[in-house]
């Protein structure tokens, strides 16, 4: 079983920048592939970013890529988003979630591909 616990949102202007962390409560996190999720007011949770286990292969939705970066410290039990340029379309609920992968080289990037979810935190980008 494994806890996540997101921290780092907040309320920007647009063009800021952000980092989201999610600490992991298992010390075997770095058996774990990673993800981060968003979710909008009114709409479905959406793919933002994904890493796999070794952190060698990661995969950006198209909306976040040349401005988000997925990445991990397995030794803190922690993976980052570090979300820069952010828009106003970038407001929403970001989850992180893990789930032990078929190889450490991959990464998912659907939601039901997950065992384990955070409850979020919450970005507002003003315009």
């Known amino acids: 079983q494994v806890q996540l616990a997101e921290s780092g949102g907040g309320l920007v202007q647009a063009g800021g920048s952000l980092r989201l962390s999610c600490a992991a409560s298992?010390?075997?996190?770095?058996?774990?592939?990673v993800g981060w999720f968003r979710q909008a007011p009114g709409k479905e949770r959406e793919f933002v970013a994904a890493?796999?286990?070794?952190?060698?292969?990661?995969n950006y939705a198209d909306s976040v890529k040349g401005r988000f970066t997925i990445s991990r410290n397995n030794a803190k039990n922690t993976v980052y988003l570090q979300m820069n340029n952010l828009r106003p379309e970038d407001t929403a609920l970001y989850y992180c979630?893990?789930?032990?992968?078929?190889?450490?080289?991959?990464?998912?990037?659907?939601?039901?591909?997950?065992?384990?979810w955070g409850q979020g935190t919450q970005v507002t980008v003003s315009s």
């Open positions: 979630a893990a789930r032990r992968p078929v190889s450490s080289g991959t990464y998912y990037s659907v939601a039901l591909g997950y065992d384990y």
């Open positions: 298992a010390r075997t996190f770095s058996m774990y592939a």
């Open positions: 890493m796999s286990r070794n952190g060698a292969s990661t």
